[in-house]
């Protein structure tokens, strides 16, 4: 087993490590200051190499970086969804950043088959007082079940969680401009009639929509004219 701190220290970067603290203020801990390029590349050679389920149980936790690939060598391993919970129920609670979350989630790359396992499982999270464990399960609504089968389910869901975190309402913030984007109309819906979006997710679902790409011109028009006025700010 070679030494995964000394390849973190290898990778650590002045520069780069400033630019985190920035963008990355909620984290507790150490920042190197290593690209994620560089994060997945060396998560890869531990799940080849190492006996990396053996890394994790005594991994110190101590850097930003350290507690972000536990992430990634989890979900590059070639263990089932069923065969990784109990370990993303030991990781779960390591994040600490919206960063870590959100580059997390998509690498878990779920199988059409684990979805309806995986739904189930994220209901805790959803219920959650911990700001990042919701923010965790609602990037997890957000990459892999807003269609056909989930966008009622997650809808509902999104429309009940109450949590003053500030990443918490971004994220659900993002995960409904993303529903506004591919079910317009069913969105439009829901935010013209009864809903329990406090107005800081209200507006910013709204500005997230109107600085897509995807949404027309006619629709940004519209989404204007909805904005709530508050004087309420979002601290993070």
């Not at 290593?34 to 994060?39: A, D, S």
């Not at 309806?116 to 919701?134: A, C």
């Amino acid at each position: 087993m070679f030494d995964v701190t000394s390849e973190l220290l290898k990778l650590s970067n002045e520069d780069y490590k400033k630019f985190n603290e920035k963008i990355c203020p909620d984290t507790k801990r150490e920042l190197l200051g290593i690209k994620v390029p560089e994060l997945r590349k060396l998560a890869k050679k531990i799940v080849k190499e190492s006996d990396w389920k053996s890394w994790i149980n005594t991994s110190s936790d101590k850097y930003f970086e350290e507690a972000l690939l536990q992430g990634l060598v989890i979900a590059y391993s070639t263990l089932s969804f069923s065969e990784k919970i109990p370990l993303i129920k030991k990781f779960v609670p390591k994040i600490d950043s919206w960063a870590i979350s959100d580059t997390f989630v998509p690498t878990l790359k779920l199988k059409k088959d684990e979805l309806e396992l995986t739904f189930d499982f994220l209901t805790p999270y959803l219920n959650s007082d911990k700001e990042f464990e919701i923010r965790f399960a609602v990037i997890m609504l957000l990459d892999y079940y807003i269609n056909d089968e989930y966008i009622d389910r997650v809808l509902n869901i999104l429309d009940n969680i109450n949590h003053d975190g500030y990443y918490v309402k971004m994220a659900v913030a993002w995960c409904l401009a993303e529903i506004g984007i591919k079910y317009n109309e069913k969105l439009m819906k829901y935010l013209e009639g009864k809903n329990n979006l406090d107005d800081f997710t209200f507006n910013k679902t709204l500005q997230k929509m109107i600085e897509s790409y995807r949404i027309t011109a006619e629709q940004k028009t519209i989404l204007k004219t909805m904005k709530r006025k508050t004087n309420r700010k979002v601290k993070k």
